[in-house]
């Protein structure tokens, strides 16, 4: 189960990325993400201060040091695929979700191979399969989707409904299966301020993408879904390939398991707000 769970996770990285490049034009991405102090923010935001968040989170509530890995690892993998999911659902824009999602990603390839040894005292990861598992399994995956917007749009068309169905369906086994595999384990973990520190770090996260978004309100909702977000899917490829402690993985779930009830009402609150604001300009 353990495996499949693992398959899972390559799948719907492989799949969202590919979705994620056959959605926009290169011109509507670049387009879109003009505002240079704003794109300087949201990378302020994803590269400093998530996990330096995520580094005083753990030191607060003293966590484990396989706990604190796991959290740092996701800390230091911004850009989560679902977040184009969730900027949809509350009616945000695609092209600056896509644009920022695309340049944080690329971005994670180089630093956090250089960010997890740093932050990680004591715990040793492999540089050379963290940049292998991002260039294969998240920049490959986003190029082939891009080339094709350009080269075969008749084709990136028709196959990104089916592409996205399969990031989805992905999406719904991983929510279901890792917590199903590993409920004991979670049980087990309650006492150790696991769930408290993930719900902080979540929080401060989404404030924290708030007051960096800047004065646009539909900028500022799709920085604060994006800081709440990070690459869950990458993550979960990233620690089963550098870490046998349980512990780690369990942190995932544990923040997997916190932002549902965080994220989902905020991007329907957010929804209305939007809905509000298209009602009064009309």
């Not at 796991?70 to 230091?76: I, N």
């Amino acid at each position: 189960m353990q495996i499949i769970g693992q398959l899972l996770a390559i799948v719907f990285v492989v799949s969202t990325m590919l979705g994620v490049g056959m959605l926009l034009s290169v011109r509507e991405i670049s387009s879109s993400l003009t505002d240079r102090g704003w794109l300087a923010r949201a990378l302020l935001a994803n590269f400093v201060v998530l996990p330096a968040l995520a580094f005083g989170v753990a030191r607060l509530f003293q966590l484990d040091p396989m706990l604190t890995a796991g959290l740092m690892v996701l800390a230091t993998a911004p850009g989560g695929p679902v977040v184009i999911k969730l900027v949809a659902l509350a009616k945000g824009e695609p092209a600056i979700t896509v644009g920022l999602l695309i340049i944080v990603l690329v971005l994670a390839v180089f630093s956090q191979p250089v960010l997890l040894p740093l932050l990680l005292d004591g715990v040793h990861v492999s540089a050379q399969s963290i940049v292998l598992t991002l260039i294969f399994t998240v920049l490959l995956p986003l190029l082939i989707g891009l080339v094709m917007r350009a080269r075969l749009p008749y084709w990136a068309t028709m196959l990104h409904n089916s592409v996205q169905g399969i990031s989805t369906l992905c999406t719904v086994l991983i929510c279901i299966l890792l917590p199903a595999v590993h409920w004991q384990e979670l049980l087990g973990i309650i006492g150790s301020h696991a769930f408290l520190a993930a719900f902080m770090f979540l929080l401060l996260a989404c404030l924290a993408g708030w007051l960096l978004g800047g004065p646009q309100p539909g900028r500022r909702r799709v920085l604060s879904i994006n800081c709440a977000q990070p690459n869950l899917a990458a993550a979960l490829v990233i620690v089963s390939q550098n870490f046998t402690d349980p512990r780690v993985i369990l942190m995932l779930l544990v923040i997997l398991l916190s932002s549902l009830p965080i994220l989902l009402p905020l991007c329907l609150f957010y929804a209305r707000q939007e809905q509000a604001a298209s009602r009064t300009a009309n």
